[in-house]
C-alpha cells in the first residue's frame, strides 16, 4: 500500500512569509507534478469562505474575545445549556401525549393539527441528537472550566495530561537529511499497522524544533478530527513524539475528549452516519419553523 501511495503524484501546499516578522503575512503556494513529471508550482488564494462559516457556526458572528475563546463560543456554550434543559423538561412534561400520538399525522379541520404532529414526530425521532449536540457544545465552551474545576477537586499538584516535550537539536539541519513520507509512515506503521496516512505537515523543518505530524484514517476507532487521527515524529530520526490521537493508542482521558468531538461531527460509522447526521441537522430548522 505505501509502494502504490508512492507512485501517485500528491500535491504540496506552503505559506511563504512576506516579512519575518512571527505571524506576518505571507503567501500561499501550490505545487505538484505535471504530466511530464516536472514540478509546477503557484501562488493561490484560499477562500476564506470555510472559515467564514466555521466561525459563524461556533460563534453566531459574535464579535471579541476572552482569554483564547471568543465570547460568541461562550454565548453559544449559555445558549445550548438552556435548549438542553428546554428539551430535557419539555420531555419530562410532554413525553406521555407526545408516544401516544407518535406516528399520528392528522390534517383534521385545520392543518395546524397536522404541522404539529409532523413536529412531534420529527422532534421525538431526532431527540438523541439534539441532547447529543447541546451536551457537546456546552463541553466544548467551557472544558477550561470543567478542567480548572477537575483539577482543584479531584487532581491537586498531580497533572490531569501529560505532556510530552517536542525534541530540541542544536546541530542544524539539512533538507537532504529529512525523511522521505513513506519512510515515515512506515514508522507509525510499526506501531499502527491500520493507520492509513492522508495528509504529512511539517513544522520547522531545518530549526531546533522540527516536528512532523502525520493525519490519516483508521475506521475502527473515533478520532479527534472531522476524519483524522493525528501522530507526530521527528522528521529526521522517525522517532514517535506524540502519539495521543493516534487512533487506538489514546489513554483514558484524550478517549473521553475524542468521544465528545465525535459524537458532535458524526466523525464515526462512515459516511452512513454522515448521511443520517445531514437529515437530523436540517430536521433542526424544520422543528422551529414548525
Not at 507512485?7 to 504540496?12: D, K, L, V
Not at 428546554?86 to 413525553?95: E, K, M, P, Q, T
Request: include cysteine; charged fraction near 15%; charge should be negative.
Amino acid at each position: 500500500q505505501i509502494q502504490q501511495q508512492e507512485n501517485t503524484p500528491a500535491p504540496i501546499t506552503w505559506r511563504k512569509p512576506l516579512t519575518e516578522e512571527r505571524g506576518g503575512p505571507s503567501e500561499a503556494w501550490w505545487a505538484t507534478l505535471n504530466p511530464a513529471g516536472e514540478v509546477e508550482a503557484q501562488r493561490y488564494e484560499p477562500s476564506a469562505m470555510a472559515e467564514l462559516i466555521d466561525q459563524l457556526h461556533q460563534t453566531a458572528g459574535i464579535p471579541g474575545g476572552a482569554g483564547h475563546h471568543t465570547i460568541g463560543l461562550y454565548v453559544m456554550g449559555v445558549i445550548s445549556a438552556l435548549y438542553l434543559l428546554a428539551i430535557v423538561s419539555g420531555l419530562i412534561v410532554l413525553l406521555p401525549t407526545l408516544v401516544k400520538d407518535f406516528f399520528s399525522l392528522r390534517k383534521g379541520k385545520s392543518p395546524k393539527r397536522f404541522w404539529l404532529d409532523a413536529h412531534n414526530l420529527v422532534g421525538i425521532t431526532s431527540l438523541p441528537f439534539h441532547i447529543v449536540i447541546a451536551l457537546t457544545v456546552v463541553v466544548f465552551a467551557f472544558h477550561d472550566q470543567i478542567y480548572d474545576g477537575l483539577g482543584k477537586l479531584a487532581y491537586g499538584d498531580r497533572p490531569q495530561f501529560a505532556r510530552q516535550v517536542a525534541p530540541t537539536t542544536a546541530s542544524p539541519h539539512k533538507v537532504e537529511d529529512l525523511l522521505l513520507p513513506h519512510q515515515l509512515i512506515a514508522h507509525v506503521h510499526a506501531i499502527a499497522p491500520d493507520f492509513v496516512a492522508r495528509e504529512v505537515t511539517y513544522s520547522g523543518a531545518l530549526t531546533a524544533h522540527a516536528s512532523v505530524r502525520i493525519a490519516g484514517e483508521n475506521d475502527d476507532h473515533m478520532v479527534r478530527g472531522y476524519n483524522r487521527g493525528f501522530v507526530s515524529l521527528d522528521p529526521y530520526t522517525g522517532a514517535i513524539t506524540d502519539r495521543d490521537y493516534l487512533p487506538g493508542h489514546e489513554d483514558g482521558w484524550i478517549n473521553i475528549v475524542i468521544t465528545f468531538f465525535s459524537l458532535h461531527l458524526g466523525s464515526y460509522g462512515g459516511d452512513p452516519i454522515c448521511r443520517v447526521f445531514f437529515l437530523l441537522g436540517v430536521s433542526c430548522p424544520f422543528l422551529f419553523f414548525t
